[in-house]
């Protein structure tokens, strides 16, 4: 079956303006992550969506970011006024089941570039 | 605050040279440790999860071990295809169902 997609692979921005990152996850899957690398850095995480309970967001680095989860699958990541340092991979991941012993499964990335 | 550490940061072996990466790791009660691959462009690839000290896994040319502080990913007999960075993470009971990664070991196998 498919992986997990997202969408654009690409993407440049000039400073200040805002962008949305979108990941479709596995289908089925009801977990949902988002994680950021940085070069030169590891994985850094960001938020994770669990079914309908309140997502853990305490991976976001400032209120600049968001991210929504619609229906339980498509999930957007949006940062607002883009910053230089805001440029980074945008990583989505998904899981069949939150905790217990479940591999999460990466999609392909948003490479973010701000100018 | 759980951390990982990955050595070295950087390989190289030769064809059939076989060696081992290494995987540091301070966690409030390990829930499991997780390998993964990573090609240049390419979102990480799971390779294996361990869940408890003396746990080892095996596919094709790869082995991964765990202990109480770190985990080993042995190589035997790489091949050039095996190139690829080596991420390792930690999912702790305490931190949800987040991981927290190394920042990797990019091996290269020369033919």
């Known amino acids: 079956g498919a992986g997990v997609s997202q969408s654009p692979s690409n993407k440049v921005t000039e400073k200040g303006k805002d962008v949305e990152l979108r990941c479709d996850p596995i289908?089925?899957?009801?977990?949902l992550y988002w994680y950021r690398q940085s070069l030169g850095q590891g994985l850094e995480f960001l938020i994770y969506?669990?079914?309908?309970?309140?997502?853990?967001k305490s991976g976001l680095p400032s209120d600049r970011f968001s991210a929504e989860r619609t229906g339980g699958s498509v999930s957007t990541l949006t940062i607002q006024r883009t910053q230089q340092e805001d440029s980074a991979v945008y990583l989505c991941?998904?899981?069949?089941?939150?905790?217990?012993?479940?591999?999460?499964?990466f999609g392909p990335g948003t490479r973010l570039t701000v100018l | 605050e759980d951390q990982v550490t990955q050595s070295p940061e950087a390989l190289r072996l030769q064809e059939g040279e076989s060696s081992s990466l290494n995987c540091s790791y301070t966690?409030?009660?390990?829930?499991?440790l997780f390998w993964y691959r990573q090609d240049p462009g390419k979102g990480p690839e799971f390779l294996f999860t361990?869940?408890?000290a003396g746990e080892e896994k095996e596919k094709e040319r790869l082995k991964a071990t765990l202990t109480k502080k770190e985990s080993f990913l042995h190589i035997t007999a790489p091949k050039p295809e095996d190139s690829a960075t080596y991420l390792c993470?930690?999912?702790?009971?305490?931190?949800?169902?987040?991981?927290?990664f190394g920042e990797g070991t990019q091996l290269t196998v020369n033919p």
């Open positions: 991941a998904s899981s069949f089941q939150a905790g217990g012993y479940n591999e999460q499964f």
């Open positions: 289908s089925g899957h009801t977990a």
């Open positions: 969506f669990q079914g309908n309970s309140a997502p853990d």
């Open positions: 966690v409030s009660g390990l829930r499991g």
């Open positions: 361990l869940y408890s």
């Open positions: 993470a930690v999912q702790a009971y305490t931190s949800g169902s987040r991981l927290t």
